[in-house]
C-alpha cells in the first residue's frame, strides 16, 4: 500500500509540472490539465496497476510437499515441520522437470513463423500410449481413456529405434560402454582333496610263513630310502628253495623259485657267493619313501600275504577335485591347474588335469577329476582341503560386452544400442562364453559399437521397449496420407 500511494503521489506531481509547463507554454485552459492529473492518479490507484504481469495460479495435483524455509526435505504427504508447521504443497505446473516442454503458443498477431513451421510438420499417425504396438491414422483414445500420442513428420523413427528425451537420460542414470575385444578367461573353481600317488605305494609282505627275528629301529612316519633293511626272518621254506639252490647251481629253475618267493636279488647274490644258507633272510625297503603302516614286531609270526609295512613315496601326490556338472564341459585333460591350500596362505601349486573320471556322483551331480603336481618338500599331505581353480576359456581375444548389457527375454538376448543424440536401438546378439563380468558377442554387434550398461530396465519401462522389441520381426508400417484423408472423411 505504501508503494502504491508513493506511485500515486509521484504520478501527481508528474502531472501537474506537465500541466503547469503546458498551460504556461499554449496557454491550455488549467482545468482540463487539472482532470488529466486526476485521472492519472486514479488510475494508479486501481488494482491490478503493477508494471509486473502476474504470475499464473498453480495448477494441477499435488505431487509432493516441501519444506516451508526452502530446505532440502520433501514429503509424499502432508507433513509438518518440527515447530509445527505446515510443509508446502507443490503442484504438477510448480514441479522442476528436465523434459523437452513444447514452445508457448505464439499470439495470433506474431505467429507467422510457428504456424509455417508447424505445417511442414505434419502428423504421422498416433501410437498407443501405453507403448503397445498399436497404431491410429486419426486422434483415438485407448480402453482406459488416454488418448494416442500423435508421431510428427521427423519423429518417426525405424520402427526398432528408440527416442529417449535429455532429461529422462539424465534421471534414469544411462550408462554406455563400448564393445571391445578382449580375452575371456572363465576360471572353474572346485574344491577337492590332496591323495596319495596310488603308483607310488610298496607293501612290504612274505609269499610264505615265517617268523621275525628281529626288527630293525624303523617306525611309522619315518623316511626309508631303497635297499635300506627293515627287519630279519627266518623261514623253514625260503631255506629249503636256497639248499636246492646250491646243489643245482647254474639252473635257472632253482633260482627262479627263490626270485618267486620274493627273496630280494642281493640275498640270492650273497647265497650263490658263499654257498651256504643263511639261517636268516634280511628283508629291505624296496623303494624310497614314508612308512605310513608298519604291523610287525621281533618275534612274531608272519603269515604269508601279511602286510608289515606299508610306504608310500609323496614326491609326487595327487588332488581329486569335484567339478560341477553345468561346468565340466569347460575341463579337459591336459590343462594347467592352481590347488591352494589352507595351511600355506599366499602359496600355490601348480599341476595338471590328468583324468576325468567317467561318472558323475547321483547326490552332488559332481564329477571328480584328478590332478598331478610335485611335492618335493612334503609340503603337501593326504587328506589336506584343498582350493582348486582351473583356467578355461578362449586364448584368442573376443567381441565382448559387460553383463549388465544383456537383456535376455526368454527366448532371445538382446542389448541396447546407443546410437546418440537420445536413440537407442534394441538389436539381437548370439552369445557365447562368458568369464569374469563380461560375455562373448558372436552376432549382433561390432567392435566400437556402444551399448547400454546401466538402466536398461528403466529405458524398458520408459520407452515403449516391448513395441520395439516386438518390431525386430515385424516392424510397423505408418499409415500413409491417403489412407488418413479416407479415415478422416465423413
Known sequence: MRRAAWLAGTLAAIAAGVTGYV?????????AMVDMAQEALQAARRPGSNTKAAAPPPSGPVIYYRDPDGKPAYSAGPRKTADGRDY?????????SFEDKPAAETPSG?????????DTKRVLYYRNPMGLPDTSPVPKKDSMGMDYIPVLEGEAEDGNVIRLSPGKIQRTGVRTTEALERVLSAPVRAPGTVEEDERRISVVATRTDAFVEAV?????????HKGQPLFRLYSPEIASAAAQYLTAIGYDGARRRLENLAIPGEVIDEIERTRKVPAVITWSAPRDGVVVERNV???MRARAGDVLFRIVDHSRVWVVADVSERDLGRVAEGQAATVRVRSFPGRSFVGTVTRIYPHLAAGTRTARLRI??????????????AEVRIETGAQSPVT??????????GTKQVVLLDRGEGR???????LGQRGEGYVEVREGLAVGDTVVTSANFLIDAESNLKAALQALTVPPSAPTTQAMAGEKAP
Open 23 to 31: 498551460v504556461g507554454r499554449d496557454g491550455a485552459p488549467l482545468a
Open 88 to 96: 508446502l504443497a507443490v503442484r504438477a505446473s510448480e514441479d522442476v
Open 110 to 118: 506474431a505467429g507467422h513463423a510457428s504456424e509455417a513451421s508447424a
Open 216 to 224: 630293525e629301529n624303523v617306525t611309522t612316519g619315518d623316511h626309508v
Open 297 to 299: 614286531s621281533t618275534g
Open 372 to 385: 598331478e603336481l610335485a611335492n618335493p618338500e612334503g609340503a603337501l599331505r593326504p587328506a589336506m582341503y
Open 400 to 409: 565382448s560386452v559387460p553383463e549388465d548389457a544383456i537383456l535376455d527375454t
Open 424 to 430: 537407442f536401438e534394441p538389436r539381437e546378439v548370439k
